[in-house]
């Protein structure tokens, strides 16, 4: 007889943004008169770039066409995309990763869910505290958490590292040590970075444990002062303990085109194993490649022009931060993030809960945002606003939220 | 101090397609002056119709303009594709399958082998001999399978059930009751398919004994004849205990556009638990929905011309498959499969090993094929060649082999 996945059964209620989006649908449908603006979901609004659908267009037409058509993609990705990848994000900025160490994905979604997989069941994970959902999920499905207490609104066998105003929403290390560290920089929700020093102590502190560091940089494309690493690999010794994850998602819009790549050195070992070749026969076992005409995508964000047209999309984001962190700050709030980050975390008012904050908001002002409880126990009395609007909606957001 | 996934190291060798292609490569590098031709891989070669280059141009478009512009898609699939796909593949056969039963995804590879997430790690599993890699790679990485008995060519607690000449390669119900029950028709590697009647039986003994069978049916377009199942939904009870996976990459030419997709009735339940819902947990929490212009790529699909386009190319192919086996036929050789497939199952001559003659057939005729023993002890002394080759590539490689 056929048993179910126990481990699903300790996930505490559903998912944060289907959530969200339940609530928003059912308030949009008994009050169809409202607007309502979101800056809950980090999706992008501004359309893919025109070098991009350029780039589109050409590769479906090959792909309506018997000479140029290309079936299954190679596994790890098109040599083109690799190359590209590996020397403009990495050799570029003096990191020594090679082509061959990027393996092209779906979405960075994707790759940090699966990631784990790889590893065994008695790891135990660490992660920030506010943190984006799928890193804990993911490791609650695997069965690597134990069970949640609900007071305590944790996992007991997960390692959770504060992330508060007084450090600056950045993670101490933590004493008992962990075996797997997720590290979100720039941060998703908070919108902290880490000067490179600080990362150099992280990357230090898991070689010298065997800790492997599992590093999300899908915001990366939002860095813009300068101390701030660009990826974990400009580290010193983290070729030896760590995996990055990285998105064209907020880089060039593809929420809705699906890519995004991991960075496995293969001098990443394990007891001798390949950290590398065990990544390689996951994909090549559950995994058939990104489709070509995205690939092709993903290639011309690189391209001159496509390089200066995301340049100026990302531009167009940060003014929006801009714009909600000083109408904010003026309305009386506290706040951070919204300088290297497209998001802005705010401190919710008169100590209300997160998700009362979410509800005043979405009721009153007709805005949506992301309750900071949705992220864990440190997120509780915050709420994230997403700069991803358009210019419109979002000056009109901010308003409301200062008429309130 | 982290540690692998002590499973991956039971997996004998490497995937089998890779091996394969490794050894092309060292083939055609050694000998450049020769014109190898590939049957091994089932990709097609037919660019793709000109109704789906249509839809994917209309698409690509919509993501240039900021007012059509489509950022994530629905985890689990735009409704305009499942509505379709639920009406035209299921509803129309008479089977009740609702468009919230459809879980679209980037293709039934990955669907085949994620699904094992959602099941308990004590699940039985039992597959057909020969067969499609995935299902036992993917449960050997989740620790399902028990060790590999070298000897034997078997994980130790895995059911295998022998599909030989004998029973028209069809498997015959277990002695040992499984849980999970992989059943693939029209056959990878065989071609071989089953008849309503036989596949009902299986579905009373999984309601019987509380299996979940998992069905895939990714060459259902091939089906010609007229009392074979496009659905195990066309089967009395299914929705009680079966899941099905489709694919659109042997339907449509898809292989590198990247769709499938997944249908869970709502109705089947484990212990009182919705698997739907599980399945439903995953794809939140691990996935982001396939690419919008490739759902409506998959759309076109079902147009009436994209219907005629696909139609004339699945000819093309099993035009192939009648060239593949009336050739092998007359020069003496064994065979089955090609009339609801586009695979063509043979036996090896003088009892070579099915390796022996995939080293023999690329260096003799230049042709590439798969070996029976990669799906598994009882594919050995067969060999598998698809039609999805060109017209010309085709004829030629017959001929070489007749040759032989």
Not at 40 to 60: F, R, S, Y
Not at 133 to 159: C, H, W
Not at 379 to 396: H, P, S, V
Request: net charge negative; glycine share 10%.
């Amino acid at each position: 007889m056929a048993s179910i996945n126990q481990n699903y059964r300790k996930l505490p209620g559903s998912y944060l943004f289907s959530t969200i989006g339940k609530k928003v649908r059912e308030y949009e449908s008994a009050h169809p008169d409202r607007k309502v603006i979101r800056l809950g979901i980090g999706d992008v609004t501004q359309p893919l770039a025109p070098e991009i659908i350029k780039a589109l267009h050409l590769a479906v037409d090959e792909m309506g066409n018997r000479a140029t058509f290309r079936g299954y993609a190679p596994d790890l990705g098109y040599d083109f995309l690799r190359n590209v990848i590996a020397k403009e994000d990495f050799q570029s900025r003096g990191c020594e990763i090679s082509a061959d160490e990027i393996f092209v994905s779906d979405g960075a979604k994707c790759d940090c869910g699966n990631i784990q997989e790889i590893f065994g069941p008695d790891n135990k994970i660490a992660v920030q505290d506010p943190v984006y959902p799928v890193y804990v999920d993911s490791n609650v499905m695997a069965g690597r958490t134990g069970t949640y207490d609900e007071k305590l609104q944790r996992f007991r066998d997960v390692i959770y590292m504060p992330c508060t105003a007084e450090t600056g929403f950045a993670p101490e290390l933590p004493n008992e040590v962990p075996d797997l560290i997720y590290l979100c920089f720039p941060n998703n929700p908070t919108g902290a970075v880490m000067k490179k020093e600080d990362l150099q102590e992280w990357v230090d502190y898991a070689n010298k444990n065997g800790s492997v560091i599992l590093y999300d940089a899908a915001y990366e494309a939002y860095i813009h002062e300068e101390d701030v690493p660009h990826s974990i690999f400009e580290c010193e010794g983290a070729k030896g303990c760590a995996i990055e994850f990285r998105s064209f998602s907020k880089t060039a819009g593809f929420t809705g085109l699906r890519l995004g790549f991991t960075v496995i050195p293969k001098e990443l070992k394990i007891d001798g194993v390949s950290v590398h070749d065990l990544w390689a026969r996951r994909h090549g076992t559950k995994y058939n490649g990104a489709p070509y005409i995205v690939q092709r995508a993903g290639e011309a964000v690189y391209s001159e022009a496509g390089r200066q047209q995301i340049a100026e999309q990302i531009g167009v984001y940060m003014e929006n931060a801009r714009i909600i962190s000083e109408g904010l700050k003026e309305a009386g709030y506290a706040l951070s993030g919204g300088v290297n980050a497209p998001y802005i975390w705010m401190r919710t008012p008169d100590r209300m809960t997160s998700w009362e904050f979410f509800d005043y908001l979405l009721e009153t002002a007709n805005v949506v945002g992301t309750p900071g409880a949705g992220f864990g126990p440190h997120g509780e009395y915050y709420f994230r606003l997403t700069a991803f609007g358009d210019r419109e909606n979002t000056i009109e957001a901010v308003e409301r939220i200062k008429r309130l």
